[in-house]
């Protein structure tokens, strides 16, 4: 838990933090971080989640604070936070702790305060969890994303989104057209495989866009790799090819695009999007590998989370071995795509 006193200190602003200087509170999985921020205006924040591998995970709140804001940790501590500051934290062990401000009242569990005893076991709050399992958690992301863009079908116009491999779910939620993300030294063909098996399945359309291959200036491939990124997803058959060019340390007229990129640009209209002997949508899936239903796995590497909370397991290692074999043998040639009653064929 905590080896020093903590504090939890609320802004007039709205924002909640919490304070680890000087202490560090460990966990077996390393330090967390856990920052919440509330526009005054609006009413509505972020809850963001820091990782010690580095990965960001952010939750949007709306309409002011909800009742409670529930969080579980990889090691399955859990933590939740009730308006206006105190955070109630479940250990795997047993051990409750109880933080309440502006008083700074610091409770356990093993003190046997009044306070603590009337908090419920972490198997009581874990069976509260909604989210249980991938089904649980396709509901969600599906359910999410459609409330959310449920004010925009009101517009009558298509609404697009670019992913980096839950290009499924996307489609099932409501979007009419998904950009799949090639970039970040991923596999194009795996990358495609996905996001065309998806749109094809699910009768929607698709396309790429060409994002950061580094983290720094260029960021964007070189000239003739991004010609041959564009080449093969026209072939394939994307409806759009965009190429992403924007960067926040960049004073660049035209941000992270430079002459090699428009000629690049170039060189894809005249010789293949105008070249007669280059058939658009030549390429053809030849097979399709099927993955198990709702497994919402990132894919972007062998230890890839699935669905963003649960860590990469047994059938996360036999999907990568698959994929590769197959996209060793097919290339673009292959469709990757769920199993998914409601597309049987």
Known sequence: MSRYDQQVIKSETGSISVNNDPATEYYPNGTIVVNISVDDRTKNGTLCLFYPDGHLKQEIITNRWPEELRMTYPNGTMAHFYPPVTTVTYYPSGDITVLESPDNIFYTRVNGSERISQMDPLEVVWNRNPIKNCDDAARAFESETAYRLQTLKDSQLPFFTADYGLYWW??????????????WNNTVAQEIGLVRGAATLQGKNWGTILTWTYSQWPYLAMGDVIYDQM??????GADYVVVFNYAEDTNEIYGTLQNEHFQALERFWFEVVKNDNIEHGGIKAEAALVLPRNYGWGMRHPQDSIWGIWNAN????????????KLTQYGPKLDIIYDDPTYPN
């Open 314 to 325: 047994s059938t996360s290692q036999q999907i990568w071995a698959q994929v590769q074999n």
């Open 231 to 236: 080449q093969l997803a026209y072939e394939c």
């Open 170 to 183: 996307d489609y099932r939620s409501g979007y009419d057209m998904v950009l799949a993300e090639l970039g």
